[in-house]
């Protein structure tokens, strides 16, 4: 189900639709908490109770979250 811009997640507030493939949605909001722009995945309900996914999408964030590096984008 895509996400509208002014949805609210938590601190987040959707801003709009980057993209979209097989893990998922990603789109641009507002953290709140932080004042600063990120990128916010979603994934569909049926990958909560596939452990493999769940393990595959934790990894993806653990080694999008090491990155510091010049050349990498920052939203």
């Known amino acids: ?4 811009a002014g949805t609210n997640l938590g ?5 709009a ?5 097989g893990m998922g949605e990603v789109y641009r909001a507002r953290d709140s908490r932080l004042n ?3 990128a916010i995945k979603v ?3 049926s990958f909560s109770s596939d452990a493999e ?5 934790e990894q993806e ?3 999008a979250a090491a ?6 984008c920052r939203l």
């Open 11 to 15: 601190p987040y507030e959707v801003t």
């Open 61 to 63: 964030a653990l080694a």
């Open 53 to 57: 996914r769940l393990h595959r999408f």
């Open 36 to 38: 600063r722009e990120v």
């Open 67 to 72: 990155l510091n590096h010049q050349c990498s």
């Open 1 to 4: 189900m895509p996400l509208s």
């Open 43 to 45: 994934l569909p309900a």
């Open 17 to 21: 639709a980057i993209g979209a493939g």
